[in-house]
């Protein structure tokens, strides 16, 4: 990352290790059967509430603030990995990512409420619709992966209590095979400060 120039960045829900074990180990067996996709890794499982293209230096500090305040008006959440699905769609699927159930609303506002911030700091938004998900991998070329769903929906994961949001600056290429390196900035806690 160059300090002058702007940064790729995204504000995430982390996943705790547990729920990432467990899903690990349901994907390692199946995933000699898809040489055809390019699996993500366990390390980098998130769940994305905003992607941030370009954010200049110079924003980033009321970003902070912003994202902070809009972390303080949600509640924690509780989630569970469960179904599946791809992006564009299942016919011609360059995504293939797993769901997540969720309790209402509440995760669709906080998507909202950290989208908001970060365009009220002059970052620009992409304006795409928030769809809760976890990617699990990317095709070389588009492709029919209804077998693939067929599999990914039988998987069910332990539920858990996400009390945070991270924002994340995304270094592409610069891991380990041509992997971005993740690069957590900060930490906000979901929930007024008295719910510690």
Request: charged share 25%; glycine share 8%.
């Amino acid at each position: 990352m160059s300090p002058c120039g702007p940064m790729r960045m995204f504000v995430a829900l982390p996943l705790p290790e547990a729920v990432k074990d467990d899903l690990a180990r349901f994907l390692e067996p199946r995933q000699e059967a898809g040489p055809n996709l390019r699996w993500t890794v366990p390390d980098q499982w998130h769940v994305t509430l905003a992607f941030l293209a370009e954010v200049a230096e110079r924003n980033t500090d009321e970003l902070f603030e912003r994202l902070e305040r809009a972390a303080t008006r949600r509640k924690p959440l509780v989630l569970r990995v469960a179904g599946a699905g791809a992006f564009p769609h299942v016919g011609q699927a360059k995504v293939l990512w797993a769901g997540l159930e969720h309790d209402g609303e509440e995760l669709t506002r906080l998507a909202g409420g950290v989208r908001a911030a970060a365009a009220k700091t002059g970052i620009r938004m992409d304006g795409a619709r928030f769809h809760a998900h976890l990617t699990l991998a990317r095709l070389a070329r588009p492709s029919d992966v209804t077998r693939w769903l067929r599999v990914l929906e039988q998987y069910s994961g332990p539920p858990w209590q996400a009390r945070e949001v991270a924002l994340v600056a995304s270094h592409l290429g610069q891991g380990p095979h041509g992997r971005a390196v993740h690069d957590v900035r900060e930490i906000f806690r979901l929930g007024p400060p008295s719910m510690g």
